[in-house]
């Protein structure tokens, strides 16, 4: 069987965004895969570097989402990344083999560090050394359980490149050790926003929460995007430029009668915005209902992350058994200093 890894940062509850982006691919896929998903807490770190309650909170609202989205830890590991010390040490090693200039050249952590000038500086100019180099703390995530597939958001496949370069020299230099690694993109790996916006994201303030109430829904949708061109509520309109369609669409609810009312000018915004938010929480409810199960039984999702992060460790000790050899760094017999 093939081995998943993936993962999340946490730093806030789980978005459509995320959901349609990967999420929902890593519930279909961890029946036909080993699946480890991990809380990436020391990825947090990089940018939360002042906020360690803030991520540890967000570890069990993220774990919280995993658990109501459907990931089912009969056949998913959960784990914490902080708590796998062997995939630090992995990263210390990996550090010699990317150039500071290639980690500047990253695109996400480019675009990152331009929407974070209060902490890096205007132009950057502050960025730390951990910030830069996660991208090689997540090669070392993902090869350090040898991982095949990585079902992520169209954001981190520079990250994921950067993994399979590292592995390339990795295993050039130490000799064969790695797979490449490769990404899974969903049918969906970018979900536009409710005004519009390219991308669905907590710091644009446009996102959809699995968590979010009848209430904010209907808040949101309200405020959606529709065509300018439509004025009255009987002018023919072209959903292909309207959010609330798109909504639909990715919802898969009444896409064709919507479509012909539309563009017939029989059916009125309004109406068609209650729809969607409808349409939404009938989609949210299981996913919710999941959710307050888990909230009341936090006990579970405890023992859900040990269970997971003692898996993951498991394996990534056997990895590193592996990598030290190749290394020349296995010293003592057994690797003990007993
Ligand atoms: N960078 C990812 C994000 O921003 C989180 C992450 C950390 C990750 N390690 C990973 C994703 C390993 C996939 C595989 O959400």
Same mark, same amino acid.
């Not at 774990?63 to 210390?92: C, F, R, V």
């Not at 405020?223 to 023919?236: E, F, G």
């Not at 009938?282 to 996913?287: G, K, N, R």
């Given at each position: 069987?093939?081995?998943? &890894?993936?993962?999340?940062?946490?730093?806030?509850?789980?978005?459509?965004?995320?959901?349609? /982006?990967?999420?929902?691919?890593?519930?279909? $896929?961890?029946?036909?895969?080993?699946?480890?998903?991990?809380?990436?807490?020391?990825?947090?770190?990089?940018?939360?570097? #002042?906020?360690?309650?803030?991520?540890?909170?967000?570890?069990? #609202?993220?774990?919280? !989402?995993?658990?109501?989205? +459907?990931?089912?830890?009969?056949?998913?590991?959960?784990?914490?990344? %902080?708590?796998?010390?062997?995939i630090a040490e992995l990263t210390i090693y990996y550090s010699n083999l990317?150039?500071?200039?290639?980690?500047?050249?990253?695109?996400?952590?480019?675009?990152?560090?331009?929407?974070?000038?209060?902490?890096?500086?205007? =132009?950057?100019? /502050?960025?730390?050394?951990?910030? $830069?180099g996660?991208?090689v703390s997540?090669?070392a !995530?993902?090869? /350090?359980?040898? /991982?095949?597939?990585?079902?992520?958001?169209?954001?981190? $496949?520079?990250?994921?490149?950067?993994?399979?370069?590292?592995?390339?020299?990795?295993?050039?230099?130490?000799?064969?050790?790695?797979?490449?690694?490769?990404?899974?993109? %969903?049918?969906?790996?970018?979900?536009?926003?409710?005004?519009?916006?390219?991308?669905?994201?907590?710091?644009?303030?446009?996102? &959809?929460?699995?968590?979010?109430?009848?209430?904010?829904? @209907? =808040?949101?949708?309200?405020?959606?995007?529709?065509?300018?061109? =439509?004025?009255?509520?009987?002018?023919?309109?072209?959903?292909?430029?309207?959010?609330?369609?798109?909504?639909?669409?990715?919802?898969?609810?009444?896409?064709? @009668? &919507?479509?012909?009312?539309?563009?017939? +000018?029989?059916? +009125?915004?309004?109406?068609?915005?209650?729809?969607?938010?409808?349409?939404?929480?009938?989609?949210?409810?299981?996913?919710?209902?999941?959710?307050?199960?888990? #909230?009341?039984?936090?006990?579970?999702?405890?023992?859900?992350? *040990?269970?997971? @992060? *003692?898996?993951?460790?498991?394996?990534?000790?056997?990895?590193? =058994?592996?990598?030290?050899?190749?290394? *020349?760094?296995?010293?003592?017999?057994?690797? %003990?200093?007993?």
């Amino acid at each position: 069987m093939k081995t998943i &890894i993936t993962g999340d940062r946490p730093t806030g509850r789980l978005h459509l965004g995320h959901y349609f /982006g990967s999420v929902k691919n890593r519930v279909d $896929l961890q029946y036909d895969y080993d699946t480890y998903i991990l809380i990436a807490d020391v990825q947090a770190l990089t940018d939360n570097f #002042e906020a360690p309650e803030k991520v540890r909170k967000n570890i069990y #609202e993220l774990a919280l !989402d995993y658990l109501a989205a +459907g990931i089912d830890p009969k056949h998913s590991h959960i784990y914490i990344q %902080s708590m796998i010390p062997e995939i630090a040490e992995l990263t210390i090693y990996y550090s010699n083999l990317v150039s500071v200039a290639r980690l500047y050249r990253n695109p996400t952590t480019k675009n990152e560090v331009n929407q974070k000038q209060e902490l890096f500086g205007e =132009k950057g100019e /502050g960025i730390t050394y951990g910030f $830069l180099g996660y991208p090689v703390s997540q090669a070392a !995530d993902i090869t /350090g359980l040898d /991982g095949d597939l990585v079902p992520v958001g169209e954001d981190q $496949l520079p990250h994921i490149e950067q993994t399979r370069e590292i592995v390339r020299k990795f295993n050039h230099i130490y000799g064969e050790t790695f797979k490449e690694p490769e990404a899974y993109l %969903s049918t969906t790996p970018r979900i536009k926003g409710l005004d519009g916006n390219d991308k669905m994201s907590k710091s644009l303030g446009n996102a &959809i929460y699995l968590a979010d109430s009848e209430e904010e829904i @209907t =808040k949101k949708v309200m405020s959606a995007v529709t065509d300018p061109q =439509k004025i009255k509520k009987d002018d023919p309109a072209n959903p292909d430029i309207c959010m609330v369609y798109y909504y639909h669409k990715l919802i898969n609810n009444n896409v064709d @009668t &919507i479509c012909a009312e539309c563009k017939a +000018g029989s059916r +009125g915004c309004v109406a068609c915005k209650r729809e969607l938010v409808k349409a939404l929480c009938d989609y949210l409810a299981p996913i919710q209902e999941r959710r307050h199960y888990y #909230e009341e039984h936090m006990d579970e999702v405890e023992a859900i992350l *040990k269970d997971g @992060t *003692k898996a993951a460790r498991k394996r990534a000790m056997e990895v590193m =058994k592996r990598v030290r050899e190749h290394m *020349k760094l296995d010293y003592f017999e057994n690797n %003990s200093n007993e």
